[in-house]
């Protein structure tokens, strides 16, 4: 007996749709999995993320709140107050906090609010654009180096004995520079050597750099998996 053409098409099309269902879905619980994992890690404390516009921060937020990444692509902040968002673990609560956005053409109006939150932090996420970097983009150098001269500044004024913010550099967007999919850790290590983020994370109490994407899922989860290393 022979089988129509099309009803062998259909089947192999409904195979392949199940195929990638599947994975779609593992892929989404090994998300949900390394995001618990994570946020355990920093019960209690307070979170900050700063950043330039468009580097990824309303993505890491809404994925850190259990969102799906087509779902933190939808997530929008408020512009005039920013985003807040507490979450239980257990009988504690880690609250995450994103300032919102400030012009491009006025870099220095974004400190006021980013310093309040970082004198209000356990943690602070800077996150900056790591396909810039590594192209040695002269702009994204430069306000980097002033964001991380600034924090430098924050942490000198603080008074003795007062708690010290946790600065983690993350280098997102790397998905935009062909090296990183050939070879991450090589990457990360060009990126740890680059100007500003070598000098700035000596100056920021050897903070640690976490390298990746939070353009896809797959590469977000391991961005999030590395940054948990550094939560202690
Ligand atoms: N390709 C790629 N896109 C990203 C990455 N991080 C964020 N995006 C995208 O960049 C845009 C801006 O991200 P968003 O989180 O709103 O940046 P924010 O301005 O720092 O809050 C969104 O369309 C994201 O999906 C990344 O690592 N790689
Ligand atoms: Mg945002």
Redesign the pocket.
């Known amino acids: 007996m022979q089988v129509p053409a099309n009803v062998i098409k259909a089947g192999v099309g409904v195979l392949a749709t199940g195929v990638i269902t599947v994975v779609t879905l593992a892929l989404k619980q090994h998300l949900v999995r390394v995001v618990h994992k994570v946020n355990k890690l920093w019960a209690g404390k307070r979170v900050a993320i700063l ?12 994925l850190l709140m259990g969102q799906d ?1 087509s779902a ?2 939808k ?1 929008t ?1 408020d512009p005039n107050t920013g985003a807040s968002f507490e979450l239980r673990i257990g009988k504690k609560t880690v609250r995450f906090r ?1 300032r919102h ?1 400030q012009p491009g053409w006025a870099p220095e109006l974004a400190y006021k609010g980013w310093r309040e939150e970082f004198d209000d932090a356990d943690f602070v996420l800077y ?1 900056f654009r ?1 396909d810039l970097i590594a192209r040695g983009d002269r702009g994204t150098v430069a306000l980097v180096e002033r964001d991380l001269n600034e924090f430098k500044s924050w942490l000198e004024q603080r008074e003795t004995g007062a708690p010290v913010p946790k600065v983690i550099l993350i280098g ?5 520079s062909p090296e990183f999919a050939k070879d991450a850790a090589k990457f990360t290590s060009r990126i740890r050597k680059a100007r500003p983020i070598k000098l700035g994370a000596i100056k920021l109490n050897k903070a640690d750099l976490v390298v ?5 899922e797959e ?1 977000s989860a391991k ?1 999030i998996a590395s940054l948990g290393e550094f939560v202690r």
């Open positions: 950043g330039r516009q468009w580097v990824g921060k309303t993505t890491l937020l809404a990444l933190a692509r997530t902040v994103v956005d996150l790591a997102t967007w790397a998905d935009r990746g994407s939070l353009g896809a590469d961005l």
